[in-house]
C-alpha cells in the first residue's frame, strides 16, 4: 500500500499506474471512495491510470482511499493508497 503526506489545505492530485496488471486489457472505470474528513474534488482515468484530486482532511489522521476499477475485459479489481496528512 502506498503512503503520501498532504498538508490539510493542499489540493493535490493522486493517480495508480494499473499498466502492469492490465497486460493488454484497459480500464472502463474508476471509482475513488474517500474516507470522510477528506474531500474528493474529482477523479478520472485514462486507459491505464486512475486519478484523484483530494482536499482537507485534518492534521494528524491518515485516511485510507481505495481506487476501484473495471476492465474492459470485465475484471474487477481494489487498490488501497493512504493519505497522511500533516501540517507542512
Known amino acids: ?3 503520501f503526506t498532504k498538508d490539510p ?9 494499473w499498466s502492469h496488471y492490465l497486460g493488454t486489457d484497459t480500464i472502463a472505470t474508476a471509482t475513488w471512495t474517500v474516507q470522510a474528513g ?5 477523479e478520472s ?4 491510470t486512475a486519478t484523484v484530486w483530494l482536499s482537507g ?9 481505495i481506487c476501484r ?7 474487477t479489481d481494489d487498490r ?9
Open 1 to 3: 500500500m502506498e503512503c
Open 9 to 17: 489545505n493542499a489540493v493535490l492530485d493522486y493517480s495508480i499506474d
Open 69 to 75: 476499477i473495471t476492465t474492459v475485459g470485465g475484471r
Open 80 to 88: 488501497t493508497i493512504t493519505i497522511r496528512v500533516r501540517e507542512r
Open 38 to 42: 477528506l474531500t474528493k474534488v474529482t
Open 57 to 65: 482532511g485534518t492534521a494528524g489522521t491518515d485516511y485510507p482511499v
Open 45 to 48: 482515468k485514462t486507459t491505464t
